[in-house]
């Protein structure tokens, strides 16, 4: 009897502490699930927190107010398609100042805006501007527009009720804060009105009358020309060997001197040199 309890007991407690293991290795793999289902939960929402925090960085650019959107420095190289539909038929005024902008396609879809801002962007000649029949403001200063004549000739295309340009800080517009080209500036003035003559305002002020009448008198012969040059004068480089015919031909379609026997005859009483010509010289 005691032999058969005492087996009873050592079974009872093996029993027990395979229990006590199989409890152990469950908790254990039940935290490991736990951890592993907490490590996912926390992957998805940060995952979710990158998204909104892309979608709020290009969010936080965008500003409209008052019928008038403002995209300012968000490194912007052309006009998103999401700003175009949420936005073309909304917009009278536009600011894009700040970015990257190399041209201006799709602004063709705001059809009812009226003033355009595009300062400090890399807009260049020759540039294609879209047709806005109702923009009258286009500020579109510190840009690199070289081609004045390609620009105006656009602008008249494309803004038919353009009043207010602005144009400092581009290579066509001379510096007039400097005071060797106030003069430039004043010959450009007057030939960007003689070209825009229903401007009120040019850069940095008002258009005055006498300004209007003096660009219609004079504007067309402001423009400044460089010479073209047919025939370059060829130099030659210090070690070179010189070849003075080859450089007056190249210089100079006709020669202005020649080496030869030429017709000459000498008139006079007292002309001594018709003794030195022959008579097959006559």
């Known amino acids: 009897m005691t032999d058969l309890f005492r087996g009873k007991l050592e079974s009872t407690e093996s029993e027990i502490s395979s229990n006590e293991e199989n409890s152990e290795e469950l908790n254990s ?6 951890g592993s289902g907490s490590e996912s939960e926390s992957e998805t929402s940060s995952g979710s927190e990158e998204d909104s925090g892309s979608d709020s960085s290009e969010e936080k650019h965008i500003q409209f107010v008052d019928s008038k959107l403002s995209i300012l420095g968000a490194n912007l190289e052309t006009i998103p398609q999401k700003v175009r539909n949420e936005y073309s038929t909304k917009a009278q005024q536009l600011d894009l100042s ?6 201006l396609d799709g602004l063709e879809s705001f059809s009812k805006l009226k003033s355009l801002v595009v300062d400090n962007n890399m807009l ?36 038919p009720k353009l009043t207010y340009l602005s144009l400092f800080g581009n290579p066509c517009c001379p510096n007039f804060f400097i005071g060797k080209d106030h003069d430039d500036y004043k010959r450009y003035r007057l030939y ?36 073209k040059i047919v025939n370059p004068i060829v130099i030659p480089e210090d070690d070179q060997e010189i070849d003075v015919n080859t450089i007056i031909r190249k210089n100079s379609k006709k020669q202005s001197a020649r080496f030869g026997y030429a017709k000459s005859l000498y008139v006079g009483k007292r002309s001594e040199g018709n003794r030195f010509i022959k008579d097959n010289q006559l």
Do not use: C
């Open 124 to 159: 260049a000649s020759p540039i294609n501007l879209p047709k806005l029949d109702h923009l009258e403001t286009l500020w579109v200063n510190k840009n690199q527009l070289k081609d004045l004549d390609q620009l105006l000739h656009s602008i008249k295309k494309s803004f």
């Open 98 to 103: 700040h970015n990257s902008l190399k041209d």
């Open 192 to 227: 960007v009105l003689y070209k825009l003559p229903k401007l009120n305002f040019l850069d940095s002020s008002p258009v005055q009358l006498k300004e209007k009448q003096e660009a219609k008198r004079v504007g067309k012969f402001m423009t400044v020309k460089k010479p």
């Open 29 to 34: 793999s039940g935290s490991s699930i736990s």
